[in-house]
């Protein structure tokens, strides 16, 4: 039997390890898995949610999240490949054409 | 010790390494023998006698080919990416060799029956783009990487159709475990109920294992060996390897699936096991036939096939199945 | 013997993603993704979501981390080279509200908390969990399982007209208009 407070505090790590990618990185693929590892944390936590209160809601949820995270790889992954064809660059800070 | 030897879950442990043991030694075995039965059924398909030299009628053949792709040389392309290099032909050999643990064999002879059987076969068949795709981008070839990538994409878009194809035997058997499928199996194999869903299978089978006719991204003559052109020696023959696991792999999981699994007629319990051995030897004497009837699909038709032929008849089936059942059961 | 294949695959999953956002390689932090992907679906299996688990493995392992890597590879991406002074006050500035971010999460999970009021919960009825989930899914959940299927016909849609590019479009556009408008 796994506590509940473990699976939470391993959560909550992957989601700062995730933030941390987000902040600290610069190009734009690295970003979008760091997002993937925060939303993989929510996952985890919903599960470790639905063994604890002996519930299958949680489970049912993080279906949805992953395939609402599958379309949004997807759409931001097209997106990121349309970036590259015009600006030659992934890295976030380059794509800067509208700064004034 | 004592206490160890009495701890429940260790003895669990150790008949469960027993067991993955002694089918990993039957897998070596029967792989290099698969190639020696592909040589000599494509000798006599193309008229000719195939391997007779080494041994009798050239039996020890496969071990002739061991030991040359052992002493051969190993070429390591300058630029390439040493660790996914390395690690390309293990990832080819894993997941074929994960499947086996899932595939019941004999009434007693699983090495563990997980309630989710059939979605690790299919977790497994996903794992196994990634030994061709990383195959292909380390070598630093750019005709490896187009042939890993080809590979790559086709794998993925057959994969769907051959994940929706297993949904009208889940209907049918109601359950993922595919010691129960084997189960339900025990009065009328699905096969009869689900034909077209049992093509549907074999045909995605054929392209899973990158063998003909969608052999495209190994093909010989278009694009030098595709994604294992820099590859030599053993690396090259752990790929081929693990293509042959793979079949072996796919080939029980659809005789478990559609065949009936151990199910058959005449043979007491303990020696049920041989059906499957049967069922299995009859598959892949199929497999071998086809790689050696059929030309090459091009890969505009074969995505073509995939994506607008079977996915549609996949889900169709699906449909009729998921309809016909509850059909039968408003009725009795 | 549980908590301990736990803590096992709790080191490989925090090991393998700070390999992620800390390799220069894009590639390798892929892998390793996939790594930590395949050790959380292992913890799920742990916490009895079967189903949830090897649909992890198929769907985040199996084909989106692919498509990650095909996108990769299409660009032919090397390794990050950063320098200078600005990207690393930068980077210092990330870590440090990556450690505030963690001091907080750490003041959350060790005060003493209870599960507040709950609401009205599917309980699991006796079935196997993949049973469970589906009971659940086409019952309760039913209506966010119809949308979720027309999101992903949007995002397919949408992933199309967005990769094909403006030159692709414009000759297509091109195309049709001078054939309608060829011969009256």
Partial sequence: MIPLGWSLALSAVLFVIGVVGVLVRRNALIIFMSIELMLNAANLAFVAFARALDSVDGQVFVFFVMTVAAAEVAVGLAIIVNTFRLRETVFVDEINILKG | ?332 | MIPFLFIGFAVLLVASSLMVILHRNPVTSALFLVLAFCSLAGIYLLLHAEFVGLVQVIVYAGAIMVLFLFVIMYMNLQKDEESGLQSALRRALGWLLGALLAAEAWMLVRGRWAPGPVAPQTLAPPAGNTQQVGLALYSRYLFPFEITSMLLLVAMVGVIVIARGRAAAARDAAARDGGEGGTP
Wanted: aromatic share 14%; glycine share 8%; hydrophobic share 55%.
């Fill in chain 2, 1 to 332: 010790m004592a206490a160890l030897i009495a701890n429940p879950d260790a003895q669990f442990v150790f008949w469960a390494l027993l067991k993955i043991v002694v089918i990993l030694g039957a897998m070596l075995g029967v792989v290099s023998y698969l190639i020696y039965a592909e040589r000599k059924i494509a000798g006599h398909i193309q008229a000719r006698v195939g391997p007779n030299r080494v041994g009798p009628l050239g039996l020890l053949q496969p071990i002739a080919d061991v030991l040359k792709l052992f002493f051969k040389e190993e070429f390591i392309p300058d630029d390439a990416n040493k660790v996914i290099f390395h690690i390309a032909p293990i990832l080819a050999v894993l997941p074929a060799l994960v499947t086996f643990s899932v595939v019941p064999i004999g009434p007693n002879f699983i090495v563990t029956d997980i309630n989710v059987g059939l979605l690790l076969f299919l977790a497994m068949s996903s794992l196994g783009v990634y030994s061709i795709t990383l195959a292909g981008w380390s070598s630093n070839n750019k005709y490896a990487l187009i042939g890993g990538l080809r590979s790559s994409a086709q794998m993925i878009s057959y994969e769907l159709a051959m994940g929706l194809s297993t949904i009208g035997v889940l209907l049918l058997a109601g359950s993922l475990s595919l010691l129960d499928i084997v189960h339900a199996q025990e009065r009328m194999w699905f096969v009869v109920y689900q034909p077209v869903a049992f093509v549907i299978f074999m045909i995605t089978a054929f392209a899973e294992t990158n063998r003909a006719p969608f052999d495209l991204p190994e093909a010989e003559a278009e694009l030098v060996a595709g994604f294992h052109t820099e590859y030599s020696s053993m690396k090259f023959g752990m790929f081929f390897l693990g293509e042959f696991m793979n079949v072996i792999a796919i080939c029980s999981i659809a005789v478990t699936l559609f065949l009936g699994g151990w199910n058959g007629p005449w043979l007491p319990e303990p020696l049920k096991f041989l059906w499957f051995f049967a069922k299995l030897g009859v598959l892949l004497f199929f497999f071998i036939w086809v790689r050696w009837t059929y030309p090459r699909l091009r890969y505009d038709q074969l995505m073509h096939f995939g994506w607008k032929v079977l996915l549609p008849l996949a889900l169709a089936n699906v449909v009729l199945t998921g309809a016909g059942l509850y059909w039968v059961g408003t009725r009795s």
